[in-house]
Structure formats: C-alpha cells, structure tokens
C-alpha cells in the first residue's frame, strides 16, 4: 500500500519550458489536491479536485493547470515555467466523508522544481 | 478576504513543558479543523481534527481546542520531548466545501533538551 505517489521527485527546468507533475493515490480516495510549499508561506492550495471528473481553482492557480485523468490520477502542468513557481509541490488526498470522523490528508513525499 | 494565521516565529521550549501553539483564522466559518505536523523534507503528516461543536479533543500527549466565537484553535503538547521539534500547520474547510482545505503558515517548533 504505497499511499500517494508523487513524480518527479526533483526537477530543474528553464524559464518557458513545460512540465507536468504526476500524482497517483491508491486509497480509493475522492478527493485530490496540489499545493505548493514556500519558505514563510505555508501551503498554499494551487488546485483540487473534489471527485472524478472535477477540478476547482485554489489560492494560486495562475500558470497551472490540472487534469483529474480518474480515480486515482490527478496530474498538474506548467505550461511556462517562470522562476516565480520554483517551489517544493505537494500531492494530497482526502479520507472520510462529511459528518464523519475520518477526515484527514494523505501527502506524498514532495517535488522540489526549480525554474531558472 | 479569507485569512489563517499562525505565529511565524519559531517557539522554544524546554524539554518538559508544555508547547501551546496559536492558529487564528478570519472569514471562515469550518465545519471542522485540523493539525499536522512537518519535518524538514517531508510533506505534513495528519495529528488531530476538531469539529465545530467540540471544544476539546486530546490524543494522547496532544490537546486541541477550538473556539468559534474567537475564531482560533490551540494546539497543546504536554511533556514535551526534542522528538517533537518539527513545524506544525493548521487546516480548514474552505468557502468551497468540506472538501477545499486550506492551511495556516505553521510555527516552528524546537524543545530543547
């Protein structure tokens, strides 16, 4: 049972190159998300996905985009990189249903990109 | 607009004492909050939630209350030991559903031995 499985693990890129983080959960989990992490600034949500087949904006979803390809896959694109996105992403899912007690995240181990 | 907060600065403590950590939030109204825990290089593990009814959750060294009038939660972990020096973030449900779960800056935590 390997939880949720984020790839690369590191990546160097170009300002204007393109690239997309991949993110399987094998939880039978609902609900995905992509956050990144910046020194001083927490997490913040760039995307998630509720179920299969929905994508809703978080905080910073400029310069991203998502694709839900089904349960257990949910993918996140620059499509040109900038130096401003060089941070360390986060894949998560989501346990539980609403009025129970099990609600909880499950995050992979992290990609760290650079952009130059 | 939508705002939680959590003391930026990192908290030392001795080993021993109780560790109180602060998460304030504006403009939500959660169903349910929860706190994680983080260590250098790896991504937030789950420690506890609270629901908007409860006051008061404990697991065992680990206490969390929350107040929806003052619109903050404290984390509390009693006898604290240099094992427990890590960040800790707090999350909420977001405008968008219980699913949209968005999370505070975290605080830093280092006990000294």
């Known amino acids: 049972n390997a939880g949720v499985t984020q790839t690369p693990k590191f990546q160097v890129l170009k300002t204007g190159q393109s690239m997309t983080l991949q993110c399987a959960q094998d939880m039978n989990h609902n609900s995905m998300y992509w956050y990144r992490q910046d020194p001083g600034m927490g997490l913040r949500l760039i995307y998630y996905?509720?179920?299969?087949?929905?994508?809703d904006k978080g905080e910073v979803p400029n310069g991203y985009n998502v694709s839900r390809l089904n349960k257990r896959e949910f993918s996140l694109r620059l499509e040109s990189a900038a130096p401003s996105q060089t941070s360390v992403y986060f894949c998560a899912s989501l346990s539980g249903r609403v009025g129970k007690t099990n609600e909880k995240l499950f995050f992979g181990s992290g990609t760290q990109l650079s952009v130059l | 607009s939508q705002k939680i907060e959590q003391n930026s600065e990192a908290l030392n403590i001795q080993e021993g004492k109780t560790a109180t950590l602060t998460c304030n939030y504006t403009n939500y109204s959660p169903a349910y909050l929860q706190w994680y825990r983080q260590d250098p290089g790896r991504g937030p593990v789950f420690l506890l939630l609270?629901?908007?009814?409860?006051k008061e959750k404990r697991k065992e060294r680990l206490k969390v209350t929350f107040d929806t009038t003052l619109k903050q939660s404290l984390f509390h972990i009693t006898a604290s030991q240099p094992a427990d020096s890590a960040t800790y973030l707090c999350a909420l449900e977001g405008s968008g559903g219980y699913q949209k779960v968005t999370f505070g800056t975290g605080t830093k935590l280092q006990v000294i031995p």
């Open positions: 996905s509720a179920s299969e087949g929905t994508t």
């Open positions: 609270i629901r908007e009814n409860e």
